[in-house]
């Protein structure tokens, strides 16, 4: 009986750290306004973000030198996936963002073409005015 005993203590225990890991990876919240940056051929280029997020859904803007397109993506833990589409004379054309968020703060790569580069977007203040 005894051993029984053990073996229960020992499982519920094993059970709680589980629930308590699962736990610990929640989603991470990234709605509200970002201030994004990557380097490119010509220097530092910046957008800003506007996300909407429902559950592990995301929506919202890009906006930049090239003006607003529309964003879409996901959340899942920590890791961001969206893609931005831009309408261009040459038909839209669909870039892929990927990243990690960490706070305030998110790092990745985004995808073009053939392309690739790393980039990364700083939460705005509250209230503070979104650049252009």
């Given at each position: 009986?005894?051993?029984k005993?053990?073996l229960?203590?020992?499982?519920?225990?094993?059970?709680m750290a589980?629930?308590?890991a699962?736990?610990?990876?929640?989603?991470?919240?990234?709605?509200?306004?970002?201030?994004?940056?990557?380097e490119?051929?010509?220097?530092?280029?910046?957008?800003t973000?506007?996300i909407?997020q429902?559950?592990?859904?995301?929506?919202?803007?890009s906006?930049?030198?090239?003006?607003?397109?529309?964003?879409?993506?996901?959340?899942?833990?920590?890791k961001i996936?969206?893609?931005v589409?831009?309408?261009t004379p040459?038909g839209?054309?669909?870039?892929?963002y990927?990243g990690?968020?960490?706070?305030?703060?998110?790092?990745?790569?985004?995808?073009?073409g053939?392309?690739?580069?790393?980039w990364t977007?700083?939460r705005?203040?509250?209230g503070a005015?979104?650049?252009?």
């Amino acid at each position: 009986m005894r051993k029984k005993a053990v073996l229960l203590v020992t499982v519920a225990t094993l059970a709680m750290a589980f629930a308590l890991a699962v736990s610990a990876q929640e989603m991470a919240k990234v709605d509200g306004s970002w201030e994004m940056s990557m380097e490119g051929p010509n220097g530092t280029f910046t957008q800003t973000l506007t996300i909407h997020q429902d559950g592990a859904k995301i929506t919202g803007t890009s906006k930049g030198q090239r003006g607003e397109s529309p964003l879409e993506g996901t959340v899942d833990g920590n890791k961001i996936h969206y893609t931005v589409t831009r309408h261009t004379p040459n038909g839209d054309r669909q870039i892929e963002y990927n990243g990690v968020v960490d706070g305030d703060t998110i790092k990745g790569k985004v995808k073009f073409g053939d392309n690739d580069r790393d980039w990364t977007a700083k939460r705005a203040a509250a209230g503070a005015p979104a650049s252009q």
